[in-house]
């Protein structure tokens, strides 16, 4: 079976429904948590890479001190032609790695559940206005040159993208459950009834959206 280099930054920032859909559709994961002590390869060794999301900022290098193995990792994926998929930090490191830019949202965060409008259909992704979780402060403000810019939201024009052929940033959360929203908001001591209640009663239409992108994503990886 093919295999994955998953890429964890934090113990709440798990694989969520990815440790299911993806062994289901033919993918192996192989879960790195290099907050935990473990090393990430040099350079790309596997069929697939994916990177998940995580508190700190895309530019934290000098505090994290893994994000610098990651963002070479990216590279490496990126010109080697590897299926590659950034969720939320992941895709502000995919940016950043390939020559785009982050910052602070001006328009404040996303928590919670919101409408992505996907405009540009492709292997990944089809057109259409999508239900998803969010939960970001940060955000793409410069793609990288070779980006396309795939998917946007009222808040924030910059919600999915790929670069190059095989590589897709995607700014919202496919793999969130309603308990790890949870987990997330008790995290930051925010009230999570206030922000789980939409994301669960829209759980059924979130998941089957994940679970599609999912299976776009094992099948591009087994092509």
Not at 21 to 46: C, I, K, N, Q, T
Request: proline letters at 6%; one cysteine or more; a negative charge.
């Amino acid at each position: 079976m093919p295999h994955a280099i998953v890429v964890q930054h934090a113990e709440v920032e798990g694989v969520g429904r990815f440790a299911q859909w993806m062994p289901g559709f033919g993918l192996e994961l192989h879960v790195l948590r290099p907050y935990a002590g473990d090393a990430l390869p040099s350079a790309v060794d596997a069929d697939a890479l994916i990177v998940m999301g995580g508190p700190m900022g895309a530019d934290d290098d000098a505090h994290v001190p893994w994000l610098a193995a990651t963002k070479a990792l990216l590279v490496d994926a990126v010109e080697h032609g590897v299926a590659t998929l950034g969720v939320c930090l992941g895709a502000q490191l995919l940016a950043v790695a390939t020559g785009g830019k982050v910052e602070r949202g001006t328009a404040g965060p996303e928590l919670g559940l919101g409408t992505v409008n996907v405009a540009v259909t492709d292997s990944l992704l089809e057109a259409g206005p999508i239900k998803a979780v969010q939960w970001h402060y940060d955000t793409v403000t410069e793609l990288p040159p070779m980006a396309t810019l795939l998917a946007s939201s009222a808040a924030y024009p910059v919600q999915a993208f790929r670069v190059g052929d095989a590589a897709w940033g995607l700014q919202f959360h496919i793999e969130a459950t309603p308990e790890l929203v949870t987990e997330w908001a008790r995290a930051e001591r925010l009230d999570p009834d206030e922000l789980v209640a939409p994301v669960a009663a829209a759980d059924g239409v979130i998941a089957l959206t994940g679970r599609e992108i999912t299976k776009r994503f094992v099948g591009i990886v087994a092509a």
